[in-house]
């Protein structure tokens, strides 16, 4: 079974300013990961994914990842924000072995909110 | 590509009654998946269909229940509605053999 810890459940910034969204995960088998938004009223949707090789991973909307095995990390960053940037963020899981991401574990969020 | 499609958007019901959701995958797309997003409890996996068959459970009592048409379409049913029923019932489409699933916009189930 995996688990997935979002360290942060709000993170104000201001516009323009760098963020970082943290998450680690617990598991006893290795796995992908995912980092996924939702927009208000929305469903998700992919930021971007780890499934192997290079463990810095590049995203949609300027958003980057970086994968350390060590110590079970996968957090997000951006080094600009935008006003339009604030959303829920959500990592994820899935195991390796299922050979494709069928069960997501999810964490319980990060809601980011850009100030002006 | 039409993206994932979930009808309704919006329900209300009452506690005792069933409930089914439906759900329009991606074109071409054979695996379609569901979530349950509620404040408390986060969003949690409740079941996925591959080919008309159901490959994978959560942890949800029998209540739960769904199926999958030739077609990829996909319903789930919820029988004997509870209070803590209510929530954002998210649907996901994949290839089936893909590693990227797409979501569609959520049905949001209030019980009352």
């Known amino acids: 079974a995996q688990s997935v810890t979002q360290l942060d459940s709000q993170v104000p910034v201001f516009e323009e300013a760098p963020v970082e969204l943290r998450c680690n995960y617990s598991s006893s088998v290795s796995v992908y990961l995912f980092w996924y938004v939702q927009y208000p009223n929305q469903g998700l949707q992919l930021l971007l994914k780890?499934?192997?090789?290079?463990?810095l991973v590049k995203g949609i909307n300027g958003f980057e990842a970086e994968f350390n095995k060590s110590q079970t990390s996968f957090h997000l960053r951006k080094p600009s924000v935008h006003i339009s940037d604030t959303a829920e963020y959500f990592c994820a899981v899935s195991e390796r072995s299922s050979g494709s991401a069928r069960q997501l574990t999810f964490g319980s969020g990060t809601q980011l909110t850009v100030l002006p | 590509k039409a993206g994932v499609t979930q009808t309704p958007r919006y329900l209300i019901k009452t506690r005792g009654q069933q409930v089914t959701l439906s759900c329009s995958p991606i074109s071409g797309h054979r695996s379609v998946s569901w979530y349950q997003q509620t404040p408390g409890q986060g969003l949690q996996f409740l079941f996925e269909?591959?080919?008309?068959?159901?490959?994978n459970k959560g942890n949800f009592p029998g209540r739960f229940s769904g199926r999958q048409f030739s077609n990829s379409r996909s319903e789930m049913n919820v029988s004997t509605l509870e209070l803590g029923d209510s929530a954002l019932y998210l649907c996901?489409?994949?290839?089936?053999?893909?590693?990227?699933?797409?979501f569609g916009p959520g049905t949001r189930l209030t019980v009352t």
């Open positions: 780890y499934l192997s090789g290079s463990t």
């Open positions: 996901a489409s994949s290839t089936g053999q893909g590693l990227e699933q797409y």
């Open positions: 269909y591959f080919s008309e068959t159901q490959r």
